[in-house]
């Protein structure tokens, strides 16, 4: 069910009405999760039964892990807990990728074949490393630690039921924000309407679906002609600013996304994490992964590069763990060589600018920081190519096409992509000019009307967004 | 439970400006009705030629086709005829909506060079969704054509399109032509696939409308003159010739006109196949 559809709209409203309705009150949770199945089985019913058995196994192992006094019992339950999340995030994500592999070798007969055909559930990245959140974070802090990160009720029942929703509450259940545990289950807990910020809701939601439909939607009509063997007839400054495009497309389209989950959110009483904080205003590439998708880099962090050493190690190690991290984080994002090369890409960039910063130091002017945040944000675009093109040679052609292409610039494409820009650029601007004025310009009914009015009144053609591949 | 709180106090202000703006730029349309010359993209085209038929124009004589037959430009056709193909479309989408919009022409010309792609069902989708699509019948800001864009796009004088005489003017660049032929004649080598369902669809919706007293009439697009003769074209020709009686128009002469990529007609043939194209269509009807 996609977030600007018809049904889910419905959805939401009829949900809204139930869930604040007094006589229903002690339901809250019920409601929510009931909803949140609706909403998952819209698309692949079939494939509710592994969201349920995951998240039943979820609450089993955290209880367990939680509760546990002998110390060795209580790691294997939660080693336990995370292999169970791996396997099940490896089976049917990355599945394809090993048929494809196998059939290409062609050893194993049907074996390939049948991999090929596992399907890959919506949102399985997201709610599988919830669950990983989860185990981890009560291993870290169980019922015995002085400072418990969130405490866990005795009743297995109440824990069940805060498990299923904390792992399928729909706003966040196909493409994040990523939770974490101990950031969720403090919040559960009855809510009234007279507690709720619906102006704030509400604004969000508008910016969201502003970016989502009105900049995301009208710029993939755009960058279509990205796709191969379009790309091979248009000159290098179209192809230049099809990428500018994407790039501009890809932030709206999850950020608005992330925007719309916190939104809907809200409107419940939950609060969730904040994704994007203006990303391509970044200076470097490691200010960038703290301000793009930052409840996965976040959660890399958290859970993967600290426990690797973080950066308690040696100057080498560090660098090995940013790689293995950037790589993983890659391959998260989908079963492709292209994501492999996207986060060895990134760690490449990460693991060169820690080497570099410890024997040049750049000074901090507006110019240089111009020139630094022009930089960054022209290798980060750069990068998204291997997002938008899914066979690694028809990135290299397209950058031989950029490259050499000396045909007709196509007008109507670099005018469109400037004036859906232009938004982006405000709202960028804005947010500089708050930083140092601290004041918000663009926070007034006017401008959020005018935004609404453009919902209503120039959407691009409904599509689904980028994130629900992975 | 009250749903109307303090809280919702700033939402109102939100929603009252938005409703005197939406208010206030559908009664410019109806009143000024602006002409809308340049859209956004080729699906904004589809979109907008599909709802041009869909909610005003009704002419007698509609066309329908793939991208090949929309080089025929409904600037090109007199008002009582009306393209109805669209780029990266089909025949069955072309169809399809005519039959749902209720209105049954007394001509249909059926181009043949693609003629079982599968119907848009996202486009139909669009097109009809239920409710919405009666809405847009009188609310036109909901209208892609009537985006706020494109009434600035069409404003700025020559910020992208060109006029109409400069267009005819533009030759085929043989880089782009050369690489596309390459393609176009292996597509064109190999046999016809799975067109069974398709045929079975087109057979229904021909079947619908002579029932309802419409001529029907196929006919191709000049094309590249080595890939008129390939053997999937030689073969959807058969196929059509086999289950259809209907009438057919002459085969266009393929030397006469020029393609930018072997299968899509430079503006100047497009524009000079179309007066062709309607000297054939009284020909038929004769």
């Not at chain 1, 994002?333 to 060169?352: C, D, N, Q």
């Not at chain 1, 910063?357 to 111009?370: G, H, Q, R």
């Not at chain 1, 609404?452 to 629900?468: A, H, K």
């Amino acid at each position: 069910m996609l977030f600007n559809s018809f049904p889910f709209l419905v959805l939401v409203l009829v949900t809204l009405i139930l869930y604040y309705s007094k006589k229903l009150v002690k339901y809250q949770i019920y409601i929510l999760i009931l909803s949140s199945l609706v909403f998952y089985a819209y698309g692949q019913p079939y494939l509710l039964l592994l969201l349920f058995i995951s998240a039943s196994i979820n609450a089993i192992v955290s209880y367990k892990v939680y509760f546990e006094n002998i110390r060795e019992k209580k790691r294997l339950y939660s080693v336990s807990g995370v292999v169970f999340n791996l396997v099940v995030l490896s089976f049917f994500k990355y599945s394809p990728l090993f048929g494809v592999m196998i059939e290409d070798f062609n050893s194993l007969g049907g074996v390939g074949e049948f991999l090929l055909t596992i399907p890959l559930p919506i949102g399985i990245s997201f709610y599988t490393f919830q669950g990983i959140s989860l185990v981890v974070d009560l291993y870290k802090s169980d019922h015995q630690s002085e400072c418990p990160l969130f405490e866990v009720n005795k009743n297995f029942k109440k824990h069940y039921l805060d498990t299923i929703f904390f792992i399928s509450f729909f706003p966040q259940l196909v493409a994040g924000p990523i939770v974490k545990a101990y950031q969720f289950y403090p919040q559960i807990k009855t809510k009234y309407l007279k507690d709720i910020d619906f102006e704030r809701a509400f604004k969000i939601l508008i910016l969201g679906y502003f970016l989502k439909m009105v900049i995301a939607d009208n710029l993939k009509d755009q960058t279509f002609w990205m796709t191969y063997p379009y790309f091979e007839s248009l000159s290098s400054l179209t192809l230049i600013t099809l990428l500018f495009g994407y790039s501009i497309q890809i932030f709206a389209d999850f950020a608005g996304y992330s925007l719309i989950a916190i939104g809907i959110a809200k409107l419940y009483g939950y609060e969730l994490p904040k994704n994007f904080n203006f990303p391509y205003i970044s200076k470097s590439f490691s200010e960038f992964w703290t301000r793009w998708h930052i409840s996965l880099s976040s959660w890399l962090k958290e859970y993967l590069y600290i426990p690797l050493g973080g950066n308690r190690v040696s100057k080498i190690r560090v660098y090995i763990n940013i790689s293995i991290v950037m790589l993983l984080g890659g391959l998260w994002h989908g079963a492709a060589y292209s994501y492999i090369v996207w986060g060895g890409y990134h760690g490449f960039l990460l693991v060169t600018e820690r080497y570099m910063a410890s024997y040049v130091k750049f000074p901090s002017n507006i110019l240089m920081n111009a020139v630094k945040v022009f930089f960054v944000f022209s290798l980060i675009t750069l990068g998204w190519l291997l997002f938008k093109l899914p066979e690694f040679d028809q990135v290299l052609l397209y950058l031989h096409s950029l490259a050499s292409n000396s045909g007709a610039h196509r007008k109507e494409i670099l005018m469109m992509i400037f004036f859906y820009a232009i938004p982006i650029f405000i709202y960028y601007l804005n947010y500089l000019i708050s930083i140092t004025k601290n004041k918000n310009y663009l926070d007034n009914s006017f401008i959020y009307a005018i935004l609404f009015f453009l919902i209503i009144t120039n959407s691009g053609s409904s599509g689904e967004f980028i994130y629900f591949q992975f | 439970m009250n749903l109307s709180i303090f809280n919702f106090n700033k939402i109102y202000r939100i929603v009252i400006i938005f409703v005197v703006l939406f208010i206030f730029y559908n009664v410019y349309l109806i009143v000024q009705k602006p002409n809308v010359t340049m859209l956004q993209n080729q699906w904004q085209n589809n979109y907008s030629f599909a709802q041009d038929f869909i909610y005003d124009n009704k002419a007698k004589n509609i066309i329908v086709g793939s991208s090949m037959a929309a080089r025929i430009q409904n600037k090109f056709l007199p008002k009582n005829y009306y393209n109805l193909s669209f780029s990266g479309g089909s025949v069955l989408t072309g169809l399809e909506i005519i039959k749902r919009s209720g209105f049954i022409p007394k001509n249909i010309y059926i181009e043949n060079n693609i003629i079982f792609r599968h119907e848009d069902n996202k486009l139909l989708n669009i097109l009809f969704y239920p409710f919405l699509w009666e809405i847009k019948k009188y609310v036109p800001s909901l209208r892609e054509k009537y985006q706020p864009l494109n009434l600035i796009i069409s404003k700025i004088k020559g910020a992208y399109g060109k006029t109409h005489d400069e267009l005819l003017k533009i030759s085929r660049d043989n880089n782009i032509y050369d690489l596309s032929m390459k393609r176009q004649q292996k597509n064109y080598d190999k046999n016809l696939k799975q067109y069974d369902i398709k045929l079975k669809q087109l057979k229904n919706l021909v079947k619908y409308f002579e029932v309802q007293g419409t001529k029907i009439t196929f006919f191709e697009m000049p094309i590249d003159i080595n890939l008129a003769k390939s053997i999937k074209a030689k073969e959807q020709r058969n196929v059509i010739k086999v289950n259809f009686k209907n009438n057919w128009m002459r085969l266009p002469d393929n030397d006469e006109y020029t393609t930018t990529d072997g299968i899509h007609l430079i503006y100047k043939s497009a524009y000079e196949y179309s007066d062709e194209f309607l000297k054939l269509t009284r020909r038929v009807n004769e």
